[in-house]
């Protein structure tokens, strides 16, 4: 069964190193350059070195034939645990995506303003075109709260919290990553992480792709 075949299924797919130590040594060396705060930023799409690194992982072999002709980055965001910050995600749905600017339209809710940047949760029809590619930068994933998913949720729509938790306690996959490799998702598809059980760092940078939609998506 083709690894296609298999994501449209289960909604998700781990892959090997696409991007080598060193590239991910000097990632992580930019990324704490930058004046960012918390455990992590929505806005990095903006910077030269990452619109570049998501263009270079949509045109990927192993990436490009689970993304739809012609999608583009439209965000990319960091999530960084820490010693300091240990954070936890309980399951969800990824329901937001961002837009040029607000435009009360049917079927589109849920809008925000986060980090300069105008967010909304589209019709389910628009989410299903979407895909996320996360790229794990540090080693030892299993240790430090990986990404956990359950598989073929994505093909079940938007969720009530109490469905998501049901499905949830059913079935959660983690999802460990060596560093360099990465996670490929769609949205819908329940996912959360945990603590981490050991010391250590778990910086992943998530980049969202979808379709063109003139007007209303972000673009890098």
């Known amino acids: 069964?083709?690894?296609?075949?298999?994501?449209?299924?289960?909604?998700?797919?781990?892959?090997?190193?696409?991007v080598a130590a060193s590239s991910c040594d000097a990632l992580v060396e930019d990324l704490e350059a930058l004046p960012l705060a918390g455990a992590g930023s929505r806005a990095?799409?903006?910077?030269?070195?990452?619109?570049?690194?998501?263009?270079?992982?949509?045109?990927?072999?192993?990436?490009?034939?689970?993304?739809?002709?012609?999608?583009q980055a439209v965000q990319c965001t960091l999530f960084s645990k820490s010693d300091t910050s240990a954070w936890s995600v309980t399951p969800h749905?990824?329901?937001?995506?961002?837009v040029h600017e607000r435009h009360d339209t049917i079927g589109w809710s849920g809008w925000s303003h986060k980090e300069g940047m105008w967010f909304a949760q589209p019709p389910v029809e628009v989410l299903e075109q979407f895909v996320a590619v996360r790229l794990q930068l540090d080693d030892n994933a299993a240790e430090t709260g990986?990404?956990?998913v359950v598989p073929g949720t994505h093909r079940m729509g938007r969720l009530s919290s109490e469905a998501i938790r049901d499905a949830a306690a059913s079935c959660k996959v983690p999802c460990v990553v060596?560093?360099?490799?990465?996670?490929?998702?769609?949205?819908?598809?329940?996912?959360?992480?945990?603590?981490?059980r050991t010391a250590g760092n778990r910086r992943v940078l998530h980049f969202l792709?979808?379709?063109?939609?003139?007007?209303?998506?972000?673009?890098?």
Do not use: N, W
């Open 44 to 71: 990095l799409l903006s910077f030269e070195g990452i619109g570049s690194l998501g263009r270079s992982l949509a045109s990927h072999p192993l990436i490009a034939t689970l993304l739809a002709p012609g999608a």
């Open 178 to 196: 060596e560093r360099g490799g990465v996670v490929v998702l769609r949205p819908l598809l329940i996912h959360s992480s945990a603590k981490g």
């Open 93 to 98: 749905q990824d329901l937001s995506i961002p």
């Open 1 to 18: 069964m083709s690894r296609a075949v298999t994501f449209a299924r289960d909604g998700f797919a781990i892959l090997p190193r696409i």
């Open 146 to 148: 990986p990404l956990e």
């Open 209 to 220: 792709y979808g379709p063109p939609l003139p007007g209303t998506c972000k673009r890098g």
